[in-house]
């Protein structure tokens, strides 16, 4: 039998989803390479409702991902630079128990059609130096363009700027 995926835009009404899905997939994400306090701290500037709905309002396209009717992923992309028709991957997560199921890949392509629709060439995305979804973005074309610092209040963010031509 063949898994039913479906993906679709997300409104400011479904922040919640987002919320959740993000509550159940960042700390299983983050706590193996940062300290609790850094990854409690950024979850909380980058996923409170008033956070998601301030990244909607600033521009950035949410994309919901279902597997049946249950919402398991969710990303956010943006236009980076629009000279160039750079776009970046703002965020893409996947419940821990889809990881490695293609779902991601699928999810990734979707971002990839909608911003090649938009007339975007290139999609930058940031990964932290250490997470292990580096080779997921390898292994679907993605390459190290940069290495970033990126302070987010006492802490940094120190990452690798990935970047493919769509």
Not at 30 to 39: A, D, G, M, R
Not at 46 to 63: K, R
Not at 94 to 99: D, G
């Amino acid at each position: 039998m063949a898994i039913n995926y479906t993906i679709r835009e997300a409104s400011t009404a479904d922040i919640p989803v987002i919320n959740s899905l993000a509550t159940a997939i960042w700390h299983h994400t983050y706590l193996p390479i940062l300290s609790e306090e850094q990854v409690d701290y950024m979850f909380d500037v980058i996923y409170t409702e008033q956070a998601l709905m301030q990244q909607m309002l600033d521009g950035q396209t949410f994309l919901l991902l279902y597997k049946e009717e249950k919402p398991i992923g969710f990303a956010a992309y943006s236009l980076k630079n629009n000279k160039e028709e750079i776009y970046k991957l703002n965020k893409i997560y996947l419940l821990p128990e889809c990881q490695g199921s293609g779902a991601g890949k699928l999810l990734l392509s979707q971002v990839e059609q909608e911003i090649q629709s938009l007339g975007g060439n290139i999609l930058d995305l940031n990964v932290n130096r250490y997470n292990k979804a580096k080779s997921f973005y390898e292994h679907c074309g993605y390459t190290i363009h940069e290495e970033e610092d990126i302070p987010i209040g006492p802490y940094w963010m120190n990452d690798f700027v990935m970047r493919k031509r769509l």
